[in-house]
């Protein structure tokens, strides 16, 4: 026989000795070959070229047999055609049985050329031909019969891994035929949950489970995600579980290659609770924005009903108390001609009966004044000037001088300026001031104090009195209108002051609060816009 030497150019050498040197131990070969002439020489190419390889030899197939029996690290058989105990196709097929997972290649003599050939449809992972062998074309076949093997195991054992992830998935998973709809494969969760059995399924179609009305939408898809490069579609659809049940499904599919046919792998999430669920979340947020729109109109309605009830009360009381005035005062005019003109013929009882109307009259007069002072607030605007508000109080005390006995200590503090009308925040000095003045007068040594102070970062104003007091228990009513916490026979008064203080504050967008004690005086305080 002759071997020819190797001929391959260098870089094929290097680009094999790559492959080769990826293997960490040595690979070791099975050499089935009874002749020894040839075995030495096959040896040799081994040898001569390659560091990293270890041989062993088998001279029979029954050696062979032995061998890969009990040596279970052998990387390739190297394989005679023809052997004392066996040859030809019966012993290919039978060291392929043996051999199992090792890759077989043949070594036959030119004489056996065409079975050679026909041997790799019976599985072997290459034929070479003794007349032609050379070292590089045997470590070429050995290092491919080596790698192709490993890819193989690899594939296999990943599509092993698709075949569990497809089986164990827990969303349903199916493979239909692509031009027949028909289903060619399907997961244990597509079983449990549509509730056919598994030949129940596979003697269906991908129509079945779609209601009639669905039909034209899913060939529509199924168009669509043909005419798609990316072979990939999603979309959602109804399906028909076994019993009738309808379910909304989002689809993921995939066309595949699948044992011939071209099939589309899908994957059919049940989303159906989910849509429930974010069903009624919307209806339930539908619901709270419909009563909100009704309350905000009810509130809107129902603040221009009492904005317009007010408005009516409020020129109702201005008209009557301005309607009132007129009547009376010509009464209180006419009781003093009378009591005038009668001064030296009626007894002393008729004369306190005249008195009494004439001051009954004033009084009403003056709560008459003073109640349309409150309502005209309602009418006018407020003015947004600065006001010096140290002047302003001076001004005011100055012109209370009438009602202040000499006794009467007052204590003005340092006091900001303040942004407002100028005529309201005399009117709020006025009636605090002049209430300091009636409730203290029974004082042997009145005092009262105007000043501000700051809590937490807010200045108030306060008008203090060491006066009568009162008592905190009727603090409520103390702001209303006609509300007195006190006597007339003790102190004179018609209980609109404080309601009007309160009203031009409010105004000004301030607050106003009140302490006190009885017979240790009261604090009103007070907060206005600072200039
Ligand atoms: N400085 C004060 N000390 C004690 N009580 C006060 C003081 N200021 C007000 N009050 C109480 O609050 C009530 C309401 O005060 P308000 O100024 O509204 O009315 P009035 O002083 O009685 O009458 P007027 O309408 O003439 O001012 C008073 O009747 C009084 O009982
Ligand atoms: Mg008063």
Aim: proline content about 2%; charged content about 25%; hydrophobic content about 40%.
């Amino acid at each position: 026989m002759d071997f020819h030497c190797p001929d391959s150019s260098q870089n094929e050498v290097l680009s094999l000795l790559h492959i080769l040197t990826k293997f960490e131990k040595p690979i070791k070969l099975l050499i089935v070959e009874d002749n020894e002439g040839d075995y030495v020489i096959i040896e040799d190419l081994l040898i001569d070229n390659f560091i990293n390889v270890e041989v062993v030899r088998a001279n029979s197939f029954a050696q062979s047999q032995t061998i890969l029996a009990s040596e279970r690290d052998v990387n390739v058989v190297v394989l005679d055609l023809t052997l004392p105990d066996e040859h030809g196709e019966s012993l290919v097929l039978k060291v392929l049985e043996i051999a199992k997972n090792v890759p077989v290649i043949v070594l036959t003599g030119y004489s056996d050329k065409d079975f050679g050939i026909r041997s790799l449809t019976l599985g072997v992972a290459d034929y070479l031909l003794k007349d032609e062998l050379n070292g590089m074309q045997l470590y070429k076949s050995i290092s491919y019969s080596i790698e192709r093997k490993r890819i193989f195991n690899d594939l296999a054992k990943s599509e092993q891994k698709y075949k569990s992830l497809f089986e164990l998935s827990p969303i349903p998973m199916w493979v239909y035929d692509a031009e027949t709809y028909q289903f060619l494969k399907v997961n244990k969760a597509a079983i449990k949950n549509y509730g056919y059995s598994e030949s129940e399924f596979l003697s269906m179609g991908l129509k079945d489970i779609h209601p009639q009305e669905d039909l034209v939408k899913l060939d529509q898809a199924t168009i669509k995600s043909r005419l798609n490069e990316r072979k990939y579609y999603k979309g959602n659809f109804r399906h028909i579980k076994k019993n009738g049940d309808i379910i909304f499904v989002e689809i993921e599919s995939n066309r595949i290659a699948f044992n011939g046919p071209e099939a589309v792998l899908v994957l059919a999430n049940d989303v159906t609770e989910k849509l429930i669920a974010e069903n009624n979340l919307k209806n339930s947020e539908a619901e709270l924005e419909a009563l909100n729109a009704e309350l905000e109109s009810r509130v809107i309605q129902r603040t221009k009903d009492l904005t317009e009830a007010y408005r009516q009360l409020e020129s109702f009381s201005f008209s009557i108390s301005h309607d009132l005035q007129a009547p009376l005062r010509t009464i209180i005019d006419f009781m003093k001609i009378l009591k005038d003109k009668t001064k030296d013929t009626i007894s002393d009882d008729l004369k306190t009966c005249v008195d009494y109307v004439i001051n009954s009259s004033c009084k009403m007069s003056s709560l008459i004044t003073n109640l349309l002072d409150f309502s005209r607030l309602g009418k006018v605007n407020v003015q947004n000037v600065q006001i010096q508000t140290m002047d302003l109080v001076v001004q005011v005390w100055q012109n209370l001088v009438h009602q202040h006995s000499e006794k009467t200590e007052f204590v003005l503090n340092k006091l900001p300026d303040v942004q407002g009308d100028a005529l309201m925040i005399e009117q709020v000095f006025v009636n605090l001031i002049s209430n300091a003045i009636k409730y203290s007068s029974k004082k042997d040594r009145p005092l009262i104090e105007v000043g501000t102070r700051t809590i937490n970062g807010e200045v108030s104003f306060y008008v203090k009195d060491n006066g009568a007091g009162f008592d905190m228990a009727y603090y409520r009513t103390l702001f209303g209108i006609f509300t007195r916490l006190h006597d007339s026979n003790e102190f004179d008064g018609t209980g609109v002051g404080l309601s009007i203080v309160k009203r031009i504050i409010e105004k000004h967008g301030g607050r106003i609060w009140a302490e006190s004690k009885v017979n240790e005086g009261a604090t009103f305080s007070f907060t206005l816009p600072l200039a």
